[in-house]
């Protein structure tokens, strides 16, 4: 299969699922598309074949979560704002409560939460593509989930009174 054909049919079949892993991390659009460009550039570059789409599939999650990572920690990140960032008075959808709550968490508790309920992966599964100890992950998902129960509680509680 040529490099183009394969590419396009990793687009194709995980482009959803890395823009996701893209806005958990960066929430900005402009860098989403750049992380989204930069994986699949990799993905083109990769010379070696994948064991299997299971493989093939962790191994981009793993490539996505390290671009957002450096992108989040690069000098020109941090030093600059983006226009999307600045406050625009605009009319917009509010996200649901849950949703809030999800990206209210740290990168990486947020991280774990969408890979196990979103994605459906497993702590292992996790543990590979996020470079940590499967012990390290069900620590954090545990983490996540009661700090999640804290704050949907917090927020129901405030809409009552």
Sequence with gaps: MEVSDRASEAVEKYGDLIRR??????ENKTDVEDVFQDVFLKFMLHS???????????????VT???????RKSF???RVDSIEEMEIPCETPEPSAI??????LPPDLRQII????????TIP???VIMSKNINTVYTKLHRAKAKLKTKLRE???HETL
């Excluded at 892993?21 to 960066?26: D, K, R, T, V």
């Excluded at 979560?65 to 992108?71: A, E, V």
Aim: charge should be negative; glycine fraction near 2%; proline fraction near 0%.
């Design 21 to 26: 892993i893209c806005f958990l991390n960066l």
């Design 99 to 104: 949703i809030n709550a999800v990206l209210a």
């Design 65 to 71: 979560y390290n671009q957002c990572k450096d992108l």
């Design 155 to 157: 927020d129901y509680l």
């Design 48 to 62: 070696n074949s994948f064991e299997n789409e299971e493989h093939e599939k962790a191994w981009l999650c793993r």
């Design 76 to 78: 020109w990140k941090s």
């Design 125 to 127: 599964e996790i543990a």
């Design 114 to 121: 969408y890979l196990h309920f979103y994605e459906g992966m």
